[in-house]
């Protein structure tokens, strides 16, 4: 049972959140063709290693945040509410 | 003393298989020795008689979810296409001893999957219905007939999750699966097929859309055909190759208890309670569950898996109480958008894939490595495949195994 | 066949006299029976000391060769005294505290321990060698099942009971500051150490006392340990669990505590997220691989101190010992102490060996290295330790081989809340034991807190002869009975890796999991393939520890059950229930064809408490109507209700409901029962990460709310006698309109005018508290009118006869919009909305497969859900989704899914009944069956 540290309640076992998943952007839909939302729809990077995920505090303050988490050893190193700055020194790109 | 007699006259077994030199050149690597790999190394061989098949792993023979899975056999599925693929594999399993000489241990005990609300119910009047007209064995049963089954269970109507009735498969089982994974290298090293383990491939080479060869820990090979039999693992190798897949990689916990003498013959799956069990001639009982709940490369096991795995399973089986869980273990499962495989090839020339086998790749190993071997070896995708292929993301033509296949082991 | 001697000899008593640590209490006597004898033993005795000091040898039959077993650990791991103890299979007997009135069995044995008949295997070992299974009973493959069954006879392990009540489980979580795994003298000082430095501490040991291996040792170690447990019991800050075990430490140390033989509950299951895990399980003794090494009377240094010391057992008359170290020294004086003969002490550490152990059915004699034979019957092995490394390897550990040691250490690489002190980390007397103990403890707190210290003395192991297998083969792996040889075999076969050989020959395999069996297995595979141990491989340890009881993990059962505010009624109505979720409802109260007649005649109300219900406020809720669902929200006036669907992003039907316009800012949602919560998340998902401009706020309301619906021609009249401030009339409250007002009394209760049942009804949310008494006073005040309830059954049958979906029934996970028949409620002309792209890309290609209305011809023939459709070339073309005898059309009435070609109205097409028959049935020109116009639900 991984703690995770949610940006609004602090610690608390996992069990309390859902995985959403990778964040990728939705594109816009004007015109858009088949094989690019599909894409969008269905591809996943599914890195080994730093990611970059959401995460819903389902059974907690019920907020949707972000976490920076590695695939391999399951440490979450940062959390973020949506929309707010990566911190620098953790790029997901890194590891 | 006669069955023992069997055994009297077959001591002094030769190598299994051979330890070898990596060779530059080969005309096929296959990545990954689990089943599926070794399986399509094997049919690559004898059915078409290919002679220059390297077997890439990064660690032992079967040591990946081939040796993690909790080897149940069906063919109980959803939809045509994986009825038919599926009872092809199903096939190819019942002949397999006799055809490997080795004994993989099919017992056709019976699979039973259980219904706890009328909507499974339907479900599984859906698949037993698909399932006949395919020509498999399937039917929806009472729960006075599962209770004769397997005389343990609790089918009161008082229970939070009421046995209504069970999918009743008698063609399913349990396997060894070491057992398959070693009779297929063995069998696969006789023809010719070499298999490096410890290889661990590290780059794949292409020029100008198509694949040259890897390279790996051991050094450089190359190859005109490479295919990715990984699990696990899967999109990390096709990434090597430029191409993306619409996977995400979950582990899937297992665990195994103390023996007790026999009581459960038939295995038990239950959808609404993610839980299966079988019981092994040793005697012991083998649990499996839904995947865990977020993606990750880890296979440590996790004590909340096992604390729902046995409320799960006392739910059913409230008198087995004082059983004793020895070990638990994770194996990596590459779950796809509609729980269903992908096989065949990519945008990138003579780079195959046989990946996205979710939790129900160890029973599809034989009927995958066949078609993928004649996928290979004659460059035209069979049409057993067909519904499988990378492309239907893409093109809206998803398998529709999404609401049996969850937990449906 | 191959029997034992008779080797019962019970009339001897091995009993010896007083011992200083002694841990019975020999004025309680207990009475117990083994395999149907009367025996006795003391207080303080395990069931297997109890049996040793009556001079019985001999506990089990091995797993293969049913080969007689004797004590080999005499604690927890023993691979021998493994036993059935009334209605619980594999019990540990030689750490199981015996108990009065028990009734212990041999397990794994036929039909009885004396006289087994499967011994006749032990004639034959070289048959049942590495791999026997997987090179026999190939052919012919018909026959398989009926070895398989030969197989199974022989399988190990106790019996369940038929039935059993199962025990009372509990469990329990806990946040010590630091947990130490292991109470011998390093783990006693580590607690203390830590207490002393403020922190709470747990303190879990796997024995019934604490002390470690200071309980069997001599005079000082004794007085040491007293004041050891002294201190430890008057310090404060210190729980200590004891005959409990560290069984797992998991992600963030989640570390699992299991706490056996309570007075309520055989086992329990604690759960504590601690600060810091001290790992301090002392060292496991490793038997020694010669041949003869599992006859009974063979046993290694620590069993015999055990019997000596704590229970004051004599483990033999005349003995040999065999010792590479100062421990065997020991137990050759314990052993001298109580008057069994020493014969002779072998020191490797002299050049000196054993070759074999001779004797039939337990030890008569030993062969040494060179030819001399002793006759004794005893046999002490001391030939080094296997360090218990598992909870650091589950914290990233990965142990290293220490050659001058001839054992695997710690690898140093444990995460920094996870700290080792004691036998596991090195060797040290007592007191260096009790020094590090105290400063890893100190050192723990203070991380505990906050602080990052680390400083210890260093603790050793200290150089060991390299001692795994003698000259001869034996057995590597007792509970699995596989020897040297197997492992041999297996490296030639090619199995040659730890992983391949360890599957192959299933060694490790067994209920110790490795501990006693892992480096032998490790050394001899690394002997046979003429490679060092630390190329061999590692010894990895996978959780539990020890075996948990399924009872344990579960704890109780307790899956949540929702029920609405009337359940009280329905069940006093005999209401059958249905599980429907988290729900259970009433599917019926006795005649479902009546409760809808009711319906369609008169009045009926139903409980529709489950249904999802979700408050939006604000300015913007429009804007988020219009992104969810599939068709437009812009021009929803106050007081109206519509329909929606929702979509997925890949077009697929994720749930539908009515949503109605309260005030201008302030709307109600409805959802199907079973996607109340995922709708809700499905909402913050968008609102928060995608929207969050957007003023809008969403509380779940199910709950808050009873609903009940009131259906039928009369369902005006009878509302209208409760209601009084809203005008229910059909010109002021329309179909699809929706009023707050009182009802029964009861203030702001919500009315909306809608009708899944395809009758003139009124669905009224009542808040929760109110429910069951609105509920009482609609049927009280509609006697005349021929009011009744109904259920779900009832609902379902008319919402069938209206053609009305339900998502995931009617749909399953792949169905789009377009072909669940939504094309009336899509408007592509939006410029977004979730799904969108995927549902233009199926409008463009045109559906698939369609949802119809189906009649079978025969009306009398009603095909089952599941039936599947089939074309004339009796290919599966679709499948019945619902399906049901219509009461008010006196005919099968059927939704189905089918091909686009045989989609068109009047088409005819064939249905595969599961009994084997078919029936043909007609494609209707609408989903609806019954009153297709709506007349009846407008009125």
Known sequence: ?95 | MGLLGHGLFQQDWPRAWRTTELKPQYDVVVIGAGVHGLATAYYLARNHGARQVAVLDKGYIGGGGSGRNTAIIRSNYLTPEGVRFYDRSVGLYRSLAAELNFNVMFAQRGHLTLAHNDSSLRTMRWRAEVNKLEGVQSEVISPADVKALVPQMDVSSGTRYPVLGALYHPPGGIIRHDAVNWGYARAADALGVEIHQNTEVLAISLDRGRVRGVNTSKGKVSAPVVVNCTAGWASLVAEMAGVSLPIVTHPLQAAVTEPVKMFLQAVVVSGSLHVYVSQTDRGELVFGASTDPYPSYSMRGSLEFTEELASHVLELMPGIAKLRVLRQWAGLCDITPDFSPIMGVTEVEGFLVDVGWGTYGFKAGPAAGESMAELVATGKTPELIAAFDLARFFEGRLVGERGAAAVGH | MVTIARARNSTRDMRAGRRPGELIDRATSLGFTWNGRRYSGFQGDTIVSALAASGEKFFSRSFKYHRPRGILTANFHDPNCIVQVDDEPNVRAAHRRLRGGMTVKAQNVWPSLAWDIAAVNGAFPRFLSAGFYYKTFIKPQRLWPAYERVLQHFAPGGRLPASSAGGEYDKRYAHPDVLVAGGGPAGMAAALAAAEAGASVMLVEEEYELGGHLRYGRAGELALLADLRRAVAEQDGVEVLLNSVVTGRYDDNWVGVLQRELPNAGERLIKARAKMLVVAPGLIERPYVFEGNDLPGVMLSTAARRLVNLYAVKPGQRAVVFTGNDDGIAAAEDLGDIGTEVLRVVDARRGEGVRRAIGRGQVSGVELDGGTELACDLLVTSVGWTAPTSLLNMSGDIPRYDERAARFVPGRSAQPNVMATGGIVGDGSADELVSHGRAVGAAAAARAHGGNETGAPELVPRPHPALFRASTHGFVDFSEDVSSKDIFSAAQEGYDSAELAKRYTTATMGPGQGKLETVNTVAVLAEATGRTIAETGTTVWRPPYVPISLGALAGRLHAPVRYSPMQPWHEARGAVPLVAGQWVRPEHYGDPGAEVRNVREKVGIIDVTPLGKLDLRGPDVPKLLNLLYVNKWSKLEVGSVRYGVMCAEDGVVLDDGVTGRLGEDHYLMSTTSSGAGAVWEWLENWLQCSYPDWLVHVTQMTTAYASINIAGPSSRHLLGRLVSDVDLSPEAFPYMHVRTGSVAGVPDCYMWRIGFTGELSYEIHVPAGFGLYVWERLLAAGGDLGVGAFGVEAQRIMRLEKGHMIVAQDTDGLTEAFSAGLEWLVKLDKPDFIGKPELVFEHEKGPGSKLVGLQPVDPGVVPAEGSQILTDDRVIAGRVTSSRMSPTLGRSVCLGFVIAELASPGSVVTVHLPDGNDVAATVMPQLAHFDPEGARLRG
Not at chain 1, 25 to 46: K, T
Not at chain 1, 58 to 86: I, K, L, P, Y
Request: proline share 9%.
């Open chain 1, 1 to 95: 049972m991984i703690l995770i540290p949610c940006p609004y309640c602090g610690p608390r076992n996992s069990d309390e959140f859902a995985h959403w998943g990778e964040g990728g952007a939705r594109p816009p839909v004007q015109d858009i063709g088949p094989a690019e939302w599909r894409a969008y729809l269905y591809i996943r990077r599914n890195r080994a290693g730093w990611t970059t995920e959401t995460w819903f505090h389902r059974f907690g303050c019920a907020r949707f945040f972000v976490a920076e988490r590695n695939t391999v050893t399951n440490e979450v190193r940062t959390t973020r509410s949506v929309g707010s700055e990566a911190p620098p020194s953790a790029s997901p790109e890194e590891g």
